[in-house]
Nanobody
Framework: QVQLVESGGGLVQPGGSLRLSCAAS????????MGWYRQAPGKQRELVGS???????DYALSVKGRFTISRDSAKNTVYLQMDRLKPEDTAVYYC????????WGQGTQVTVSS
């Protein structure tokens, strides 16, 4: 059974930071590249960044240089460190494999506002 549990979202002022966590099923985590996705109101879900099993990362241009993805294989957890947040980063953030499964977790809300 696929399990994806995201956490760490919240309300933060522009320029602030947040660290998101995603606990994933062991088999899924160890066998796939993991990605962070986000969906803003009225917009399609987009891939923010990804990390391979070998820890090679890739990022959307809109977050490159501000967001950092990492993974802890011992904990089956992937992280998203978000720095210098902007109001346009406001969205529900999800994790999934890359490419994503049909099944998604509940996501975690990130709101960037003064």
């Amino acid at each position: 059974q696929v399990q994806l549990v995201e956490s760490g979202g919240g309300l933060v002022q522009p320029g602030g930071s947040l660290r998101l966590s995603c606990a994933a099923s062991g088999t899924m985590f160890s066998s796939n590249s993991m990605g962070w996705y986000r969906q803003a109101p009225g917009k399609q879900r987009e891939l923010v960044g990804s990390i391979t099993g070998g820890r090679t990362t890739d990022y959307a241009l809109s977050v490159k240089g501000r967001f950092t993805i990492s993974r802890d294989s011992a904990k089956n957890t992937v992280y998203l460190q978000m720095d210098r947040l902007k109001p346009e980063d406001t969205a529900v953030y999800y994790c999934n494999i890359v490419p994503p499964l049909r099944s998604w977790g509940q996501g975690t809300q990130v709101t960037v506002s003064s």
